[in-house]
């Protein structure tokens, strides 16, 4: 069975074969580390966990880049206001981000690459641009001239027409009918403070489109299989990025483009004005289960527009419960009966392919889901009637459990996690707190450490921890 992927390059359903037999090279667009990140953001993460999960289900050896952007407008603004350095601003984010993923039980990538510890390449790549005519510099800052790179608004369809030679910007983000010459390295102002670098071409910072090319190709190759993101990306950022790379390299920068739906709250676009605004750590405080959020994100297409609803919410905690009490369970059965139940072994293996066809089709999760519920309620049934023999009751879990390495939402493979960094911290915090009696503060933390999806518990021997979804 062959995995087939939407291309956005092309708008084509294609089958995937890995440049490299069995590696496959894959770049996901990460964080700017200003602020927590919402759920919208998290249903991008949670669609490109499920991609690389599914791509090692199917045998591949995945080596994937998430990129922290660590220096832009926001971070420098941010960092300044609060009057700390960008990096101890940046780390605190930086760190949120990791353990809100890992509450999400989303795989960590091979590598972060912050931009602010790629200067020398993106400035190499912005001078070789300049050398080969792509580039040009103009009171101090390096743009890319569009008009120099024909295939330019391929990947969007931007409508390139209207360009006007010349015009530039210098904002990393802007809208589809704002098409200009874009900014590669900006030079620095006076509201940038102390955050500049002294290079060949200029002082400055870096654009962050450049951000992008420079750390998936030191890391990836100048081509590689897979580069995604939220659909948001697709103009310009993608564009931008596909200009500067392949007019650089002169090769193709990505063979599949792939780009997830936008995620509505209620019905509505999320702004932190309409108060329906959420980071995970809003919904984990609210109680509610960080796999279930999961769940719940994966359980439209991922190119779909998905509407997060509270009541989804609670559906999506049912609906993981229920596969949780069946997993448990199996695992407690009576298996009085010696006799094989053959049907329901047959029955779990037509699922298990169906999972994969659904999966094989553009990654179709609803209907991988649907094949996962039926062999749940095909299980119980069995159990129900007394059909169920220890060799079944042995078979039954490494089914589920097989299915989960892409789904990742009965938490069983969780327990063997790390404590992400600032949970640890956080911990430490409030053992100090807890020594001095500051019994407010402790309890704070203690909150705070929900919210990322972690219980403490003080005991005689000290403050254990657990899962919240355990
Ligand atoms: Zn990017």
Redesign the pocket.
């Known amino acids: 069975m062959t995995l087939r992927l939407l291309n956005t390059y092309g708008r084509k359903l294609q089958k995937f074969v890995p440049l490299k037999k069995n590696l496959v090279g894959m770049y996901t667009?990460g964080p700017t580390v200003w602020d927590y990140a919402h759920i919208g953001n998290f249903r991008t993460y949670v669609f490109q966990d499920v991609l690389r999960r599914y791509l090692k289900f199917k045998g591949y050896k995945v080596t994937q880049v998430t990129?922290i952007t660590d220096v832009d407008d926001k971070t420098i603004r941010q960092s300044r206001e609060t009057g700390v350095t960008l990096r101890e601003y940046t780390k605190r984010y930086e760190e949120a981000y990791l353990a809100d993923l890992a509450a999400l039980n989303i795989e960590r990538a091979e590598y972060y690459p912050r931009a602010t510890e790629h200067i020398e390449q993106m400035v190499a790549l912005a001078n070789k641009l300049i050398r080969k005519g792509f580039g040009y510099e103009a009171e101090g800052s390096a743009y890319f001239d569009i008009s120099k790179f024909k295939p330019y608004g391929r990947l969007s369809g931007a409508r390139i027409r209207e360009l006007k030679a010349g015009a530039r910007v210098d904002s990393d983000e802007y809208g589809k009918d704002e098409a200009r010459d874009f900014v590669l390295w900006k030079s620095w102002r006076p509201e940038d403070g102390d955050v500049f670098w002294e290079t060949a071409i200029g002082k400055g910072r870096p654009g962050w489109h450049i951000?992008?090319s420079a750390m998936s190709m030191k890391y990836l190759g100048s081509t590689f299989d897979i580069h995604s993101?939220g659909e948001d990306?697709i103009f310009p950022?993608h564009e931008n990025?596909i200009a500067q790379s392949e007019a650089a390299t002169g090769k193709r920068f990505v063979r599949f483009w792939l780009h997830s739906g936008m995620l509505l709250v209620a019905g509505r676009k999320m702004a932190k004005s309409s108060g329906n605004f959420f980071t995970l750590r809003d919904l984990l405080f609210k109680g509610h289960d960080p796999l279930a959020v999961r769940y719940l994100l994966m359980s439209a297409h991922y190119r779909a527009q998905l509407n997060f609803t509270e009541e989804a919410l609670a559906d999506a905690e049912k609906a993981v419960e229920a596969l949780r009490g069946t997993w448990r369970r199996v695992k407690n059965v009576d298996t009085t009966n010696k006799q094989d139940n053959t049907q329901l072994r047959k029955l779990l293996s037509k699922e298990e392919r169906e999972f994969e066809r659904a999966m094989d089709d553009d990654l179709n999760t609803p209907r991988a889901l649907a094949a996962v519920h039926r062999s749940a309620r095909a299980v119980n049934r069995a159990m129900d009637q007394g059909e169920v023999s220890m060799k079944d009751a042995a078979a039954i879990p490494m089914f589920f459990s097989h299915l989960d390495k892409v789904l990742g939402i009965l938490g069983e493979q969780m327990k063997t996690q790390e404590l992400p960094e600032e949970a640890e911290r956080l911990i430490r915090e409030r053992d100090q707190a807890r020594a001095t009696k500051d019994w407010a503060t402790a309890d704070r933390l203690r909150k705070e450490l929900l919210a990322m999806g972690i219980v403490v518990e003080d005991t005689p021997a000290g403050t254990v921890w657990k899962r919240k979804s355990q």
Do not use: A, K, P
Request: proline share 0%; charged share 25%.
């Open positions: 667009c990129n951000e992008c993101g990306l950022h990025e």
